[in-house]
């Protein structure tokens, strides 16, 4: 019996010695502490949100693989930087160093596994240099520059049909750009502007042959064209004109600058040109500014054009 008793003491004070020596770890965790071997301290640790696209990849963290599959939440990790590893069969691996900081969540919500075969799908059927996409009109622009003829057709590579032929020019084209209302497309280089009808061989009439213009003033550095898909905003190295999109059209000069290779922004919303000049101040030094042009048809009849400086 004393035996007995002995033996019952015993366990009653070993379960207290056990429950106030856990009590600690217990509390700790419950508070998203937990014990540092390294420090042998408590410490507050981080969580991992991970979410991809497509769902149900393997987690690795620092090669060690995890029972969670995403979407997925890594609770009670230590603070520090790992190596966190996404795998998906027929898909490209995703990883990357993540930090995780004390009482912080870590989130990568936006990762895209990408399949080792993507459907590539081919929709010229013509040999082509060039294209442009027409989001609005839902039209893709071919440019074949060895027969320099110009296709088209929908999104999806189908209604493939050749519009009309391209006069080269020489360098070759830094830039194509088609009109607002998608029915010309303008080429250039440093000298030289092309201008091509977007529209079927059987449609085109006489005034909307290809043509191309010279440009032997400066050199050409961008284009832009007018909302009314008429009139062309040239930004040369020596100044900025406007020029009627027909042959042997002359350009009118609006602005003379003073920096040769000045950047430009037109916003076609509004008619307004955005351009960098150098503009010397009253210290005798040059300073870049912005300068805006407004060339709304209402604000600025384009029919009478006049030179414009901007003010010093």
Known sequence: ??????????????????????????????????????????????????KTQPAGASIYLDRQLLNDRTPATLNEIMPGVYNLRIEMENFYP????????????????????FPLRPNIQQLNKERISDFWIDQDKGVIYYVDREENIVYRSDLSGDNYEELSEIIPITPAPIGWKISPDREKLLYFNERQIGLVPLQPYKQTVPMQLPFVLDYPSGKIKDLFWHSDSYHIIIVGNKDIEVLEARPKSSPTILVNLTKKNTFAFYDLRTDTLYFSDYQQASDGNLYNNLYKLELNARNFPLQGLIKLKPSE
Request: no cysteine; proline share 1%.
């Open 94 to 113: 995703w990883y990357d160093e993540v930090n995780v900081d004390e009482g912080k969540v870590t989130r990568l919500e936006k990762i895209i596994l």
């Open 1 to 50: 019996m004393l035996i007995e008793q002995r033996i019952r003491a015993f366990l009653f004070y070993l379960s207290v010695l056990v429950f106030f020596t856990g009590l600690p770890f217990i509390l700790s965790s419950a508070l998203g502490y937990k014990f540092n071997r390294h420090t042998f301290k408590f410490t507050k640790t981080g969580l991992i949100v991970i």
